[in-house]
């Protein structure tokens, strides 16, 4: 199917205004656990959503990967920000966690614009990074990652006695090595970028 019309009206633009919208309204109402867990949930499915859209439409741009990568950093800053106010003892790893996502990311980006490649998810030579990026690999981390953070985030408002306490709690010990291995994946991201950075003289092609 062929483009049409403004791009700031594509399906899977709209789609991430959506996320957007929900993300506001999740996160203004942090305090009921259901409320926010339902629509911050929501929100990460219709992630999915968007980039199935953009492939099956025909829709892909640059304004709609800026709009899915933005959206995505600040939805995962955002409830890192909660955790980090809701654990004070660890806040200082939440925070930190922040810091290296966004980071990594525009420094890829960046990277990849030196290289001339048309994706940053493309622009590493880095082994490690392209079966980081393979679909079904990225898929499954980023949604373990995100689960992760939004389990810890549901335990904290749970009582031990909770029917959903012990399931919840299992989860986020199974989850926690992937979201760990993210971490270390997105650290390896910024010594890959820097490394490619230096290779191409820092400028772009």
């Known amino acids: ?49 968007d980039g199935y859209a953009a492939r099956l439409l025909n829709q892909q741009s640059e304004f709609g990967a800026a709009l899915d990568m933005l959206t995505d950093r600040l939805c995962t800053g955002a409830l890192l920000t909660l955790l980090s ?17 966004g980071y990594s990311h525009w420094l890829q980006m960046a990277a990849s614009l030196c290289a001339g490649a048309s994706s940053h998810k493309t622009s590493s030579p880095s082994r490690i990074l392209a079966f980081y990026y ?20 549901l335990l904290r408002f749970l009582s031990p006695t909770h029917p959903v306490h012990a399931p919840a709690v299992a989860f986020a010990a199974a989850s926690a090595p992937v979201a760990v291995a993210k971490q270390v994946v997105s650290a390896w991201q910024v010594v890959a970028a820097h490394r490619l950075i230096g290779v191409t003289g820092g400028r772009s092609n």
Do not use: K, Q
């Open 85 to 101: 106010h809701l654990y004070p003892s660890i806040a200082a790893v939440f925070l930190g966690l922040i810091v290296l996502d």
């Open 134 to 153: 393979w679909r079904p690999v990225l898929t499954v981390v980023c949604l373990l990652n995100e689960l992760f953070f939004l389990t810890l985030y």
């Open 1 to 49: 199917m062929a483009r049409r019309g403004s791009v700031y009206l594509y399906v899977p633009n709209i789609i991430g205004y959506v996320r957007i919208a929900l993300a506001v309204v999740a996160f203004a109402n942090y305090w009921n656990y259901v409320r926010f867990t339902s629509l911050y949930l929501a929100g990460f499915l219709l992630d999915a959503a």
